[in-house]
């Protein structure tokens, strides 16, 4: 099917564009689960310790909200390689798809992090209001109500982080970490080879397209 | 039953209720009326708890709302339910799901929620509309299915914050019709606020007039209208009417019954004397015509037609204007 191509085109294909696929694709899904995770944690916790929230603290509030804002403005490849220490102590390795799962996950749960809060916080109040005054849990508000509400602008606000990931994806691949970045900037780049490089964005193009309307479909479905 | 006493809340330095003092008894229709930042809305929050008041007394058939501890106060909201102005519904659940949802989070059981269900859509007119999703109806059929399910756990007390100023009048006045077949058929005890003088008028037996956090008046709606106190012609504004120089203006109240409804031929023909009518309406309470005319006489004739209205027994004021001074200092406080 493929003898059209080369002996070397093969070899490119089998040995450096698959793998790199596939490290991208464990990047990507690694970092998006785990981030997804503690970012809806952060995001509640934010929300219920802010003013008016039902475990009202500003001090929790303002250290969570102040360590969120300070990874949001780290640039991703400084974030990798301010973080390399820390990686490693986690990790054991600070090269490969382990090691920039680590900052691509710190990264993207600051990010989601506060997604999740301001989606959580446009629930509207009178709604809240309302769940209260049939006397109702804290928890029941947040989680059966707020939660339910939020669900599609949440959803929305994974996908733009999970195409965000895949875009640090191949960052973190131009410092070590493999994955189509990483080819794209070696085999392509500093190869002179345009067509390599035009590949590897092609492929970036599509996933980043996949992601997005498989997002719209299920925002689709959830919002009717 | 209901008992305010001596109650008072601020937000920092800004008091927001003073001293309120208030009853309201089993079966009854109350209204708190009020312009808006004059404390209603806080002082009905403060029944169910959604709002803490800072001292004082809110007891609601003996139990003191401030002294509830949250799993206390739970379900003791359950008693007291409440519907909102931009009736809030859940946009995703269909119109089922949002009236059995605050039953289901009770955990009753799955056919009790059905059939109190359907009985429920059948009151406030909505079988239809069951397997919709809010944002396919009209606010007015919102503002159904949210009472709907205020209604679900068989409240004693039903709160209403503006829940109509967000209506047309049709649709006001079909909401209003509403709330009182539930008052007089569940004989549920409903609290109305609104700064709609109109719903006042159409609903409520009873009204308090707040004023900057404090209760200016309290009485039954048609004694209160009768007797034009001028904290509530202030509140009504709209029907100032400015002073006649060719004489003098006494406000005529009509009460419906034949007596004050022949007045104006009566004076005309018993006392002969003449009059120019300056302004006047007559408007529906409840179930009652009131009404009131604004008529100007010439000076000589006053006291003549003032004995007069009162051997008839026909209430009548001075009609004067409202000192203008203190309504733009009104103003620019607002």
């Known amino acids: 099917m493929l003898d059209f191509l080369s002996d070397y085109q093969l070899n490119f294909l089998d040995k450096i564009l698959l793998p790199a696929i596939k490290a991208t694709f464990e990047m990507l899904i690694y970092s998006t689960i785990l981030s997804v995770i503690f970012g809806f944690l952060v995001g509640v916790l934010l929300v219920i310790t802010n003013k008016g929230g039902i475990l009202e603290n500003r001090v929790v509030y303002a250290v969570l909200s102040f360590i969120v804002n300070v990874i949001r403005s ?85 996908i733009i982080a999970t195409i965000s990931i895949l875009s640090a994806t191949a960052v973190a691949g131009a410092v070590g970490a493999g994955g189509l970045g990483s080819v794209a900037i070696t085999y392509g780049y500093q190869s002179f080879n345009d067509t390599v490089m035009y590949i590897t964005v092609g492929i970036l193009i599509i996933l980043v397209q996949l992601i997005q309307s498989i997002g719209d479909l299920v925002y689709r479905k959830m919002k009717s | 039953m209901i008992e305010i006493t001596a109650v008072q809340k601020s937000f920092g330095e800004l008091k927001v209720l003073e001293d309120i003092n208030l009853r309201i008894e089993d079966g009854d229709i109350y209204g708190l009326v009020g312009k808006s930042g004059a404390g209603k809305s806080t002082l009905l929050r403060c029944l169910n708890g959604l709002e803490t008041y800072d001292s004082g007394s809110i007891r609601v058939n003996g139990t003191e709302v401030k002294e509830l501890d949250k799993p206390g106060l739970r379900l003791f909201r359950k008693d007291i339910a409440m519907i909102f102005q931009h009736f809030p519904l859940m946009s995703r659940k269909t119109v089922y799901d949002n009236i059995a949802f605050p039953m289901r989070c009770w955990k009753y059981d799955k056919q009790q929620i059905d059939s109190r269900v359907r009985e429920l859509a059948e009151i406030v007119g909505i079988t239809d509309k069951l397997k919709m999703k809010p944002n396919v109806l009209s606010g007015g059929q919102k503002q159904r299915v949210a009472i709907a399910r205020a209604l679900s756990m068989k409240p004693q007390v039903l709160l209403s914050d503006e829940s109509t100023s967000a209506l047309d ?6 909401i209003l019709r509403l709330l009182r077949r539930i008052n007089e058929e569940l004989g549920i005890t409903i609290i109305v606020v609104t700064h709609q003088m109109s719903v006042i008028r159409e609903l409520c037996r009873n009204v308090s007039l707040l004023e900057k956090g404090r209760l200016v008046l309290s009485g039954p709606v048609n004694e209160l209208f009768l007797s034009q106190p001028d904290a509530l012609r202030r509140f009504m504004l709209e029907d100032d009417i400015p002073p006649d120089p060719r004489g003098e203006e006494l406000q005529i109240m009509l009460t419906g019954d034949d007596n004050s409804q022949t007045i104006l031929s009566r004076l005309a023909r018993e006392l ?42 026909i209430v009548w004021h001075r009609y004067l204007p409202l000192d203008s001074g203190k309504l733009q200092e009104e103003e620019a406080d607002a």
């Open chain 2, 272 to 313: 002969q004397v003449s009059y120019s009518v300056a302004g006047g309406k007559i408007e529906r309470y409840r179930d009652q015509q009131l009404g009131s005319l604004v008529l100007t006489f010439a000076s000589e004739d006053i006291s003549r037609v003032c004995a007069y209205l009162d051997a008839q027994g």
């Open chain 2, 169 to 174: 009048p049709g649709t006001t006045a079909s």
């Open chain 1, 74 to 158: 780290f640039p991703v490849i400084i974030l990798i390689v301010f973080m390399l220490p820390l990686t490693k102590l986690i990790v054991g390795t600070s090269i490969g798809v382990p090691a920039a799962v680590v900052p691509l996950t710190v990264s993207a749960t600051a990010f989601i992090a506060k997604l999740i809060e301001s989606s959580l916080q446009e629930v509207d109040k009178e709604l809240v209001e309302a769940m209260h005054s049939f006397g109702l849990s804290d928890a029941q508000v947040i989680f059966k109500v707020m939660f339910s509400e939020a669900l599609p602008s949440m959803l929305s606000g994974v």
